[in-house]
């Protein structure tokens, strides 16, 4: 499975866009890219995901590069809720889920 | 509908002990998958089970084992505990067979264990 780099933190103002970056310059073909987050105390929990084109759902959408190398969770209106650790995971059908240290996100008032 | 339950949520052992902690997948999911969480770190995959098989491992050495039983629950043997087991333990639950729509995975809130 390919590995992803993300930041180790972001800030974001509450009621704004929190725009999530992610390489993934070695995926391949047939490896789709998954976002979880996981609020303290918590086990994570399944944002999105997609294989090439973009994708949106009632959580977020995920804008991902023609050539696939990188990514963009994009949290339209950030609430004080949003404030966790975002994972981005690529991965094929049927592959192992392997978290990294994932992007602190800090929504603030 | 309930989601992914986990048993029991805080257990303290010594060194040497032995634990199994216990899963109970989301309705209708019938793919049970283990992981090892250390503080400030990511989930780690321990190891996945579908009809009552051991189907994927992760790094993870031969004290720790699992079960799958055939109403789908899941219990995670560990077995002559080290300090560096102390750690959350995550359960999660997906749909098989696999495809791109029934791999999201359900995580539960985890069992914190903490080895003396």
């Given at each position: 499975d390919a590995k992803t780099t993300q930041p180790p933190s972001m800030d974001c103002a509450e009621g704004r866009a929190a725009n999530l970056p992610c390489n993934?310059?070695?995926?391949?073909?047939?490896e789709y890219v998954y976002w979880y987050r996981q609020i303290h105390s918590q086990g994570p929990q399944y944002i999105i995901h997609g294989l090439k084109n973009n994708e949106t759902n009632e959580m977020a959408s995920l804008i991902i590069t023609e050539d696939r190398k990188s990514s963009t969770l994009i949290l339209p209106h950030a609430t004080l809720r949003d404030t966790a650790v975002y994972y981005c995971i690529v991965k094929n059908q049927g592959g192992k889920l392997i978290f990294g240290q994932g992007t602190e996100l800090s929504v603030k008032p | 509908d309930a989601g992914v339950t986990q048993s029991p949520t805080h257990l303290i052992k010594t060194r040497g002990q032995q634990v199994t902690l216990r899963c109970s997948p989301k309705s209708g999911h019938d793919t049970v998958s283990w992981y090892q969480q250390a503080l400030g770190q990511g989930p780690q995959f321990i190891f996945q089970y579908y009809e009552e098989e051991e189907r994927q491992r992760g790094?993870?050495?031969?004290?720790f084992s699992g079960h799958q039983f055939p109403n789908y629950s899941s219990e995670l043997n560990v077995n002559?505990?080290?300090?560096?087991?102390?750690a959350l333990y995550l359960c999660a639950s997906s749909g098989y067979p696999v495809s791109s729509t029934n791999e999201k995975l359900f995580f539960g809130s985890g069992t914190q264990l903490s080895v003396l």
């Open positions: 993934h310059s070695t995926i391949s073909g047939n | 790094n993870f050495p031969d004290r002559a505990l080290l300090l560096g087991d102390s």
